[in-house]
């Protein structure tokens, strides 16, 4: 089902929103690398849900937001967001960067969001190994680091085949730079989320790739002992983009997970 | 035209081949190689070059900072500076300079400033850099804020040196509530301020507003030329009129009874262009610290990178002076020619350059170069 494209006013920022399918709201939260389109299992996940993928401010096609420091302000940008474009009270699906903005509004306003689902998140720091430094690599390095095997992506074709154009080199040259931004310091982890976690009883499903080499997997038994209603479930041979990896398996585990009402 | 003596203090006190086995010599290289003994004594040999130069009469005395890198181990400017300002006489100590981006504490900068130009009777030449990529990484610095900072960080050093305290200052990045500095410099208003350029048309523009001195490294002339261009935009937006005295070039230089000897030595520069220079694109230019429009000029400022370029075309090209004294004398009058520049930055040490080889050349300079170059 092809999408419809809105730009939706929020604090003075045009954030550029893809929104399709039926059913009840999901907000969807995208990485550090930006949107990706409406890949496969966005459009498995619409048969049973109105998906709500909208580009964070400073990304993609949406405006800019220079006076954001951290995940913090995305995040409460991202309650306001909810408030303007009246998604009432949505689940919210974030992967990487948008996972530990979804963890982090869900701190601040448990009551505003239904269901989460955090896939690969990054925001806490973790107790073995390190978070990848992905701004001191090349995008073509990160391109191969952040999957387990690109041949056994379905859409790799689809996603990454043709060189990009010039619009889509300015868009992930942003991308980079907002990214950079808002998670610089303290590197891609907020040092205080992990002591509002349990204030967060919303059903969770936290969804990691056994093989990611961007965040460790540690860190998703760190979300799960720190979520009160939580719990992991590990793809194996899948790295760091499950959604991308694994299209079929991970559309099955969200829409088993929030369940929504079957179309047919 | 002046000359200024500038030494990186280089650590090249590994074997080559262990370097090569690492993406870059920064931030990678283990300080393994780090020889402390030869660190001291090289300190030692490159302070009293530094002094020596002093005597042999030149005009300023660069110093500069970077980190974690072999390529230079001068990693506090202005500790470098406080020496020099008590055991020099003469010369300006040009610090070129602090990376402002990277300071937490532009207070205490102004201060220590402040105290190096006060012991040296007033000599000091206040630089003030955005420093490459190494050092943010270095400093775990957002090079998103890099440009911001860098103004902001200015902003507040100046404001230290010129307003009375105490005052406050909420800035963006810089927040203090009591700043009233019981140092300040002996320069009044304050100590010059010179900014390097090496690919920013915007830092051009904002030096050329303020008339700093102005100083391309490293590159062709044809781009030192456009950016002096912007510089003189700048200037011209005010109502500033340029002289050779705001604009300075800097160049690797060494001079030697022969032309054989000082071909040789000027070998040693050959580093500095090439494996000091060699790392991943990001680790120069991590995202967000330069511009579209500076990355787009960095581009064509840069056709060729120094490290692909042999010796020969470093010399034909002018990145590399090294000849007779009468041979340097004319390289460096067709430098003034060509930009107008009043100041003329020599690195004159690099690499393995030995210490009587870098004496002799300092003392060439002084007694040949220097009375042959002053009226230019």
Known sequence: ?264 | MKLYYFSEMPHHEFPDEEGDKYPSLRLEFPNRFFDREKAAANYQRYLTEYEFADQAGFAGLMINEHHSTPSCVNVGVNMTAAILARTTRRAKILLLGNILPIEDNPVRMAEQLAMADLISGGRVLSGFVRGVGVETWWSNSNPIHNRERFEECHDLILKCWTAPGPFRWEGRHYHFRHVNPWCLPLQKPHPPIWIPGTASPETALWAGRRGYTYVPFLVPFEIARELFDFYRQGAAEVGRTVTPDNLGFLICAVTAETKAKAVEAGRHFVWRMGPTLRAPVDWFAPVGMRSRAGSQFALRARPRSLASMSYEELLAEHFIVAGTPDEVIDRFARVQRELGVGHLLLEAQESRMDHPTTMRSIELMGAKVMPAVASL
């Open chain 1, 1 to 264: 089902m092809r999408p419809r494209e809105e730009t939706i006013s929020v604090g003075g920022i045009g954030v550029h929103t893809w929104v399709g399918g039926q059913g009840d709201p999901l907000l969807v939260l995208h990485g550090a690398g930006g949107y990706r389109g409406w890949t496969r299992w966005l459009d498995q996940v619409s048969e049973r849900f109105t998906v709500w993928a909208p580009s964070h401010p400073g990304f993609g096609r949406s405006g800019d937001a220079d006076w954001m420091e951290g995940v913090d302000d995305l995040a409460r940008f991202y309650l306001w967001f909810i408030e303007v474009a009246g998604l009432g009270r949505p689940h919210v699906l974030g992967h990487s960067l948008g996972g530990w903005t979804a963890a982090e509004m869900a701190t601040m306003s448990t009551g505003a969001i239904d269901r989460l689902v955090l896939v690969a998140p990054v925001g806490l720091k973790p107790e073995t190994g390190e978070i990848l430094d992905v701004f001191y690599y090349s995008p073509a390095q990160l391109m191969t680091m952040t999957v387990h095997d690109a041949k056994t992506v379905p859409e790799w074709q689809e996603i990454y085949g043709r060189p990009p154009s010039p619009e889509e080199i300015e868009i992930a040259t942003r991308n980079r730079e907002m990214a950079a931004r808002l998670t610089w310091k303290p590197y891609m982890h907020n040092p205080r989320l992990p002591h509002f976690l349990p204030r967060v009883t919303n059903p969770t499903l936290i969804v990691w790739g056994r093989e990611d080499r961007v965040v460790p997997i540690g860190c998703g038994e760190q979300y799960r002992r720190g979520l009160p209603n939580s719990k992991l479930t590990v793809l194996e041979r899948c790295g760091h983009l499950p959604p991308i990896e694994q299209p079929d398996v991970f559309a099955r585990l969200v829409l088993d997970f929030l369940g929504g009402d079957p179309r047919r």
